[in-house]
């Protein structure tokens, strides 16, 4: 589950299309993001759009979307203790960071990512 | 207490019973089946415990699996505390009973932006329900998402949703909430759950704390509106129902003793069965001798007998209650006496009754001694006082128990007026009171009312002697009652004045037996004399007689000779007998 690629994988298994390439980079720094969605709900498709343009904007080539859908998968909500959808977990860089919404705000997405400090 | 009452009604809404003592008689049978309950008090009241309770019971023993959604405690916490209860939710989570999710929110680890809702809250519920196919849901405490999320008209909305979803799922959901200011929880939770709101309080008065609880609404069902004391022991929760005061208490015609024989007879028989009695007197009369003595007396017929000691130790009690031959040891290791000792300053009233009816319904006793009950004063002021000897009253008449109770009276108060206002809820009164004269000080005791019996009016003179309880009558003399020394000296007059009439009658008997023997004494030297007499009589009569005979012989005899001699001469001289005849004639002549 650690691994996702760039695209929309229902589920984080499968791995890069960059195989070893990106095994490399994400000991580095990758950034690896879990998006928990609720599939057909309007707002996880807002956040899914805001996030990747968002990753395309300010991490290019160094980013990992997973997307889990807890219609099918309920257990995996327990592991990262979701209780609003969507919710997008930095899992790398340490520590853990959670943004719950539909990131259309992005100045605060960037701060709660900690990609820009806020001011 | 009466299953009657915990069954849902026909015709009334269903209940999920908690299995939690008196919350399903009070609620008149459970927490409405398949909609939430909303359990408020301050933090620590017990909420988690009710919600864990009716969880545990739900799996254990009504067969309904249950998922317990903690919002502040781990899971591992909630387990470790649970097990102090006696729950082992490790096992019951094993068995899939049972199902602890811990959902932590942590307020530095999340950011904010945009729309969101709880779905994930949602799936994760659903899918524990799914999983166990449980019918009963605990939120505990759902409001501390209030302090994870700042969204709160998001969390409101979604609340909404979330009790709304649960009733469609029908689970019996039990969601706490924190006492809110001015409101029954923090976030206005009542506001969305309407069917049922319990309120859980820990009052602390005057350094006593006492557990009270209350059904604030409960949509559907007719139900006790008072408050009603819980306590938490190592059972788990258990409310006190505090009696209907219905006043419907069956009635028994039998009798049971008081322990002492003579009391028996003043009240006709002894108390009867099932009722209240109260034993009132000032300090040192005696109350809790003659309580022991009824104990002691229920016990020795092998019934079981409950006493509440508020003022000795059991120990103490017992080797006290040794001195007047009143040996409770056996009774105690045969499982027939049970004490239970607790100073009255310990808890608050309520908590006392609860403690009290909790001990009365596992030890299932015939007889309750409760001494004293005026010491429930001291832990409360008197109205709560006189509402808690009446429900203890009504609890133990219902159950057809026999309860003695000791009411200590300050020494200048009137007896009439017991402090405790029990006086109108004991359908005996006994009186224990000093008779103080000549330099002693006494013990009486006389029965001042008795519902339902004739009864002596007499005052006794009550005596503790080392072989038990002795009553005695008491002299009513110019100067009042005697008793005591002054008895005594009655008695021994008595005594003397008895003493002298049986030597007096002893004597003229003897007297009389006297005269009787000289009388016979003398009839018989009469008769002695007279049969002398009589002898000498009798011989001179046949003298005479035989006199006559000769005689008469001789002049026959001398007629022959002179008329027809010679015949008569040959015809003797051939006879033997002549010679007899003629000694006869030599003598007569």
């Known amino acids: 589950m650690t691994n996702g690629k760039a695209k ?8 890069s299309a960059s195989g070893a390439a990106a095994a490399r980079r994400a000991r580095s720094d990758v950034w690896r993001l879990r998006l928990y969605v609720a599939e057909g709900s309007p707002r996880s498709r807002t956040a899914l759009a805001n996030l ?11 980013y990992l979307i997973e997307v889990v859908d807890l219609r099918l998968n309920p257990r995996l909500a327990r592991g990262d203790e979701i209780v609003a959808i969507p919710t997008l977990v930095r899992r790398l860089p340490p520590p853990i960071r959670k943004i719950v919404g539909d990131l259309s705000n992005v100045d605060r997405t960037l701060v709660g990512l900690q990609l820009r400090v806020e001011s | 207490m009466s299953r009657r009452q915990a069954r849902p009604v026909a015709g009334s809404i269903a209940k999920a019973r908690t299995g939690i003592e008196g919350l399903d008689e009070v609620t008149g049978g459970g927490l409405p089946q398949g909609r939430p309950t909303l359990v408020s008090g301050a933090a620590g009241c017990g909420k988690t415990l009710l919600a864990l309770q009716f969880l545990v019971s739900g799996a254990t023993r009504f067969g309904e699996p249950g998922v317990f959604m903690a919002f502040e405690e781990t899971g591992r916490e909630l387990t470790d505390n649970a097990r102090s209860l006696g729950f082992d939710l490790a096992r019951l989570e094993r ?11 942590e307020r530095s680890e999340i950011d904010e932006t945009g729309e969101y809702d709880l779905g994930g809250l949602f799936v994760r519920l659903g899918h524990a329900i799914d999983t166990l196919g449980a019918k009963r849901v605990v939120l505990d405490t759902i409001e501390s998402l209030f302090s994870g999320f700042s969204n709160a008209s998001i969390l409101r909305a979604e609340l909404r949703r979330l009790f709304r979803w649960l009733k469609d799922r029908g689970v019996t959901t039990v969601i706490t909430g924190e006492r809110g200011e001015g409101q029954l929880t923090r976030q206005g939770l009542e506001e969305y759950v309407s069917d049922c709101v319990i309120l859980l309080d820990h009052r602390v008065d005057e350094q006593r704390s006492t557990r009270r609880l209350r059904i604030v609404k409960y949509r559907g069902t007719t139900h006790g509106t008072n408050e009603y004391p819980f306590l938490i022991d190592e059972d788990g929760i258990s409310v006190m129902p505090i009696t209907t005061l ?20 003043m009240l006709s028989g002894g108390y009867y069965r099932g009722t209240s009695v109260l034993l009132s007197g000032t300090a040192g009369t005696g109350k809790t001798s003659l309580a022991s003595q009824f104990a002691a007396s229920a016990c020795g017929r092998g019934e079981r007998c409950l006493f509440f000691a508020f003022e000795e130790s059991a120990a103490q009690l017992q080797r006290n209650m040794r001195s007047i031959g009143i040996d409770f040891a056996p009774f105690v290791a045969k499982g027939l006496l049970r004490f239970q000792a607790r100073r009255a300053t310990m808890h608050g009233l309520e908590m006392h009754l609860a403690t009290m009816l909790k001990a009365v319904r596992e030890f299932e006793p015939q007889v309750v001694v409760v001494d004293p009950i005026s010491i429930m004063l001291a832990a409360g002021d008197a109205r709560e006082a006189t509402l808690l000897a009446a429900r203890l009253v009504d ?46 000080r006494n013990r009486g005791l006389y029965v001042l009312k008795s519902r339902g019996m004739p009864h002596s009016n007499q005052v006794r003179e009550f005596l503790l002697t080392s072989r038990g309880i002795r009553l005695r009558d008491i002299y009513v003399g110019p100067e009042g009652v005697l008793a005591g020394s002054s008895r005594l000296t009655q008695e021994a007059r008595e005594r003397a004045r008895a003493l002298a009439a049986r030597q007096e009658i002893e004597s003229h008997a003897r007297q009389l037996k006297r005269k009787r023997h000289s009388l ?14 009589e002898d000498e009589l009798r011989r001179r009569i046949e003298d005479a007689r035989v006199r006559e005979g000769l005689h008469a012989r001789d002049q026959a005899a001398m007629a022959r000779r002179r008329g027809d001699g010679s015949a008569l001469l040959r015809r003797a001289d051939v006879r033997p007998s002549r010679g ?10």
């Open chain 2, 95 to 105: 068995r899939k009973r049972l199902l602890i999710d811990h959902v932590r929110v």
């Open chain 2, 246 to 265: 219905r006043l419907e208490h069956k009635v028994y015609r039998s009798r049971i003793s008081t322990g002492v024989e003579a009391l028996d007879g």
């Open chain 1, 8 to 15: 929309r994988p229902r589920r984080g298994r499968s791995r």
């Open chain 2, 395 to 440: 609890s133990l008449k219902s159950k057809g128990i026999t309860s003695l109770y000791t009411s200590l009276t300050s020494v200048n108060g009137n007896e009439a007026q017991s402090d405790v206002g029990i006086s109108s809820l004991a359908d005996s009164w006994l009186l224990l009171r000093e008779l103080e004269a000549n330099g002693e």
């Open chain 1, 52 to 62: 990747q343009r968002l990753c395309e904007e300010h991490l290019q080539g160094r």
């Open chain 2, 580 to 589: 007899k005849a003629s000694t006869r004639a030599g003598a007569t002549a």
């Open chain 2, 520 to 533: 016979d004494a003398q009839l018989e030297a009469l008769r002695t004399e007279f049969a002398l007499e």
